[in-house]
């Protein structure tokens, strides 16, 4: 079985739903050009306004694509036989290099070989097959994005993830940047959710995606920590999971039946990533690999049968589980501040339509001068005033406004979650009447 994919090559939109997954089991498929529209759909799906006060005013979400425009995608492809190509491997990670790079393949071989095995040892599995990592060093076109030409061949057991790098040469790249690390992270996603397909071949059949995308989701988070070492803040750039919760809290009762293609992908895999996330906090990581093991001896891998797998894995029921999931609040007030204003106090530069904020009567140019009493000056005085109030909360603010001081009462609220609409299962073909005798 062989399979393919392009992803988003060095602007990978898969921080944690997996492409990969769905390049195994579903024909073959352009998924960097649907990652360019992930891009989209995650800037504008789900967060429209940023927790408590935002340190910069909102920007407003990508206009859409006219139907005339075409966005421009430079490929880049694994490595060929005719090319002058050098390799050099750690573990089950080969990497193909050009001259002059030879230091930069081998950090690259052992941070991607280090990742897959951190990964799957939490799960009690190993490595099967290879890695195969391009370094093509390419000058992206004015207008272009650098996509990649991903492909998983079961057969022979070989991922090929071809990296972008610049054609100026290595001294001009770091593979201790935000994006080598996001390309090692993807390259062995592709790696782990092979070997879980290899461990169970029934679930080319059964496509049970919300399991895979769930699982593979929650191995992420521990890849982004192995790349990120004592760097929380890095590890939280690589697997960013805000409102993940929010997501599971909305779509619990649609995530079992995920079987099929919608253009809610993204969101979907959010929420089963969180779902085992939720799971492995109340009945801790072991039960996640129970799961796992459950899964590769499992006989049948539809969702009946991998509810059951979890349900004794963790002793309980995971629908009712589900059913009482609650996402924590997110308080929130709703104006961008001025970054750059010395005070005293803080200048509002934008107010969030129907935040808090909004209702309270704040607007742009406003100084907060007080917030319940307390001076505030920099917005981590703000941000604790909010958090500290939660949800429901009552801020009295003392405001100056041109040349008044005034008082304004605001009540913490929420952001506002836009989620796509609930898709619909796709409906079966209509009998031929031709087929008839």
């Given at each position: 079985m062989?399979?393919?994919?392009?992803?988003?090559?060095?602007?990978?939109?898969?921080?944690?739903?997996?492409?990969?997954?769905?390049?195994?089991?579903?024909?073959?498929?352009r998924l960097f050009l649907f990652g360019l529209m992930m891009l989209f759909l995650v800037a504008g799906m789900l967060i429209s306004v940023a927790p408590a006060f935002a340190d910069e005013p909102q920007k407003a979400n990508p206009p859409a694509q006219k139907e005339n425009q075409s966005i421009k995608v430079q490929l880049v492809r694994p490595h060929q036989p005719d090319e002058n190509f050098q390799a050099i491997e750690a573990g089950s990670v080969k990497v193909f290099y050009m001259e002059g790079w030879k230091d930069a393949a081998q950090k690259i071989a052992e941070q991607t070989d280090k990742c897959i095995k951190a990964a799957l040892a939490y799960i009690s599995m190993e490595p099967q097959g290879t890695c195969e990592i391009t370094l093509r060093p390419i000058t992206i076109q004015e207008g272009a994005l650098a996509g990649s030409e991903i492909s998983t061949d079961m057969n022979t057991k070989i991922v090929a993830f071809p990296m972008a790098v610049p054609e100026g040469g290595a001294d001009k790249y770091s593979t201790d940047s935000f994006e080598t690390k996001q390309n090692i992270m993807s390259a062995a996603s592709y790696m782990c959710t092979m070997a879980l397909m290899l461990a169970q071949p029934d679930a080319a059949t059964s496509n049970p995606r919300w399991f895979l995308d769930g699982i593979s989701g929650d191995l992420r988070l521990k890849m982004a920590g192995e790349l990120a070492g004592n760097d929380p803040d890095m590890a939280g750039k690589l697997c960013p999971l805000q409102y993940y919760d929010k997501i599971l809290e909305h779509y619990r009762d649609k995530l079992l039946n995920w079987d099929f293609d919608t253009q809610n992908d993204w969101a979907y895999g959010a929420g089963c990533t969180q779902m085992f996330i939720e799971i492995e906090k109340k009945f801790?990581?072991?039960?996640?690999?129970?799961?796992?093991?459950g899964f590769a001896n499992a006989q049948k891998t539809d969702k009946d049968s991998l509810v059951k797998i979890i349900n004794d894995a963790i002793g309980a029921d995971l629908v009712e589980f589900l059913s009482k999931y609650e996402a924590p609040k997110y308080p929130q007030v709703g104006v961008g501040a001025d970054k750059e204003f010395k005070g005293p106090g803080i200048r509002i530069v934008s107010v969030v339509q129907n935040s808090a904020a909004a209702k309270a009567g704040f607007q742009a140019e406003d100084i907060i001068l007080k917030i319940n009493g307390k001076e505030v000056n920099a917005l981590v005085d703000l941000q604790a005033i909010v958090k500290e109030a939660g949800v429901g909360g009552e801020l009295k603010a003392h405001v100056k406004r041109g040349d008044k001081e005034i008082e304004l009462a605001a009540t913490i609220g929420e952001p506002a979650f836009n989620f796509p609409p609930d898709p619909e299962p796709p409906k079966a073909e209509p009998d031929n009447p031709a087929d008839k005798y």
């Open positions: 062989k399979a393919n994919g392009r992803g988003a090559g060095t602007y990978h939109w898969d921080t944690i739903t997996s492409p990969f997954t769905k390049s195994l089991w579903r024909k073959p498929m801790g990581a072991e039960a996640i690999k129970k799961i796992v093991a």
